[in-house]
T-cell receptor, first 113, second 112 residues
Framework: KAGVTQTPRYLIKTRGQQVTLSCSPI?????VSWYQQTPGQGLQFLFE???????NKGNFPGRFSGRQFSNSRSEMNVSTLELGDSALYLC????????????FGPGTRLTVL | GQNIDQPTEMTATEGAIVQINCTYQ??????LFWYQQHAGEAPTFLSY????GLEEKGRFSSFLSRSKGYSYLLLKELQMKDSASYLC?????????????FGKGTSLLVTP
């Protein structure tokens, strides 16, 4: 069974640009969650999608958005990039129930110059 | 993760036992997870507690006390490969779903 995949693995952008990151969950998983990881703040929850609907959202500005497609693949978009958006962006998939563990992808390393 | 506290760093010797503590505050507790993350890699699941008590899984055990908002991860017979960051994460019921909120992680260094 293939794991969670994320593309691209590395990305360099400049301030003001926008970026789209992609996540393909484990086959059969309907929940995809996105996290931002930085050395100072650790892992912070961005949002969760389940069956194409945003089910939950963390405390990030509206520049961070996402969506989920009918095949459960998810994309995350960040507009008007700031230097502070440089981070590792991780997605995790699960079956979606309260007791289900999340499986993480390898992440996308975003650098904003 | 500002309501989830765990030590920043710990050092232990190969073959020893180490306990990593985690305290949390939440109004919608729905389970506590421990993840291991090696440098440059994704977090991997270690354990899950939703009821009070001890869950044992080989060299790893995790304990939960919901009334005290406290958990610990116990690693026995430490090996060099156990050097990693250990993340405590609390699942909280929010809106129509669940959010997994992480502590900042404990960096464990295992020395010979």
């Amino acid at each position: 069974k293939a794991g969670v995949t994320q593309t691209p693995r590395y990305l360099i952008k400049t301030r003001g640009q926008q970026v789209t990151l992609s996540c393909s969950p484990i086959s059969g998983h309907r929940s995809v969650s996105w996290y931002q990881q930085t050395p100072g703040q650790g892992l912070q929850f961005l949002f969760e999608y389940f069956s194409e609907t945003q089910r939950n959202k963390g405390n990030f500005p509206g520049r961070f958005s996402g969506r989920q497609f009918s095949n459960s693949r998810s994309e995350m978009n960040v507009s008007t990039l700031e230097l502070g958006d440089s981070a590792l962006y991780l997605c995790a998939s699960s079956l979606g129930g309260p007791n289900n563990e999340q499986f993480f992808g390898p992440g996308t390393r975003l650098t904003v110059l | 993760g500002q309501n989830i506290d765990q030590p920043t760093e710990m050092t232990a010797t190969e073959g020893a036992i180490v306990q990593i503590n985690c305290t949390y505050q939440t109004s919608g507790f729905n389970g506590l997870f421990w993840y291991q993350q090696h440098a440059g890699e994704a977090p991997t699941f270690l354990s899950y507690n939703v009821l009070d008590g001890l869950e044992e899984k080989g060299r790893f055990s995790s304990f939960l006390s919901r009334s005290k908002g406290y958990s610990y991860l116990l690693l026995k017979e430490l090996q060099m490969k156990d050097s990693a960051s250990y993340l405590c994460a609390v699942r909280e019921r929010q809106n129509s779903g669940y959010a997994l909120n992480f502590g900042k992680g404990t960096s464990l260094l295992v020395t010979p």
